[in-house]
């Protein structure tokens, strides 16, 4: 496809149960960012993917919070034993680069509701 | 680390009257800004950018923004609104690295 997808867009889910978040970004970007956008408030960063490597996992509110992306394309943000501040829209970026300079194309997002 | 202020949560006005979106952020180094918009439905896309050079920029759909370096801001416009530019609007910063910090966000919703 043309743009960054997100799947599923729609997540419901119990509290303490694992969720998986999954990004596919656009092809040919290396870089891959993953957001978190709550309720009244803007987007904030979680990790960034350059390649495979996710030299910053800064924004990752918890240990309950991992994410991988596997050949250089797909990721996957994993959240363990849901609590019910996880709940909101979770945002996957890509560039062509990593860079500053390189504008980031967003998906859709999935929207994430813990019960 | 950087912060992104934006002043109005919610802006409603009628069509063809004029527009302007403050933006304000907390970084002294060199900065890139960008505002990014949000149509109903939608996904985020890029509005308009400032990397360097003319502090004045346009963006796509009439869009312009302005980059007040002693100010700290970067404020969009647009002269007339149109209907279909109800949409969220967000200004995003990075200090010269990959990671976007974003302010909260402004609803904007045009009265036709």
């Known amino acids: 496809g043309a743009g960054v997808s997100q799947s599923p867009s729609n997540k419901v889910t119990e509290k303490g149960k694992d969720v998986e978040l999954r990004c596919d970004p656009i092809s040919g970007h290396t870089a891959l960012y993953w957001y978190r956008q709550s309720l009244g408030q803007g987007l904030e960063f979680l990790i960034y993917f350059q390649g495979n490597s996710a030299p910053d996992k800064s924004g990752l509110p918890s240990d309950r919070f991992s994410a991988e992306r596997t050949g250089g394309s797909v990721s996957t943000l994993t959240i363990q034993r849901t609590q019910q501040e996880d709940s909101a829209v979770y945002l996957c970026?890509?560039?062509?680069?990593?860079?500053?300079?390189?504008?980031?194309?967003f998906g859709a997002g999935t929207r994430l509701s813990v019960l | 680390a950087q912060s992104v202020s934006q002043h109005n949560h919610h802006v409603i006005l009628s069509e063809a009257a004029s527009l302007e979106l403050g933006c304000n952020y907390s970084?002294?180094?060199?900065?890139?800004l960008f505002w990014y918009v949000q149509y109903p439905g939608q996904h985020l896309q890029l509005l308009l950018k400032y990397f360097s050079g003319d502090p004045l920029v346009k963006g796509i759909k009439g869009f312009e923004a302005e980059f007040i370096k002693s100010k700290f801001s970067f404020n969009l416009r647009k002269p007339s609104v149109q209907w279909s530019d109800t949409a969220e609007y967000f200004c995003?910063?990075?200090?010269?690295?990959?990671?976007?910090?974003f302010g909260a966000g402004t609803t904007v919703t045009v009265r036709a």
């Open positions: 995003a910063v990075n200090a010269n690295d990959y990671k976007l910090s």
């Open positions: 970084y002294g180094g060199t900065v890139n």
């Open positions: 970026a890509s560039s062509l680069y990593g860079g500053p300079k390189n504008i980031q194309y």
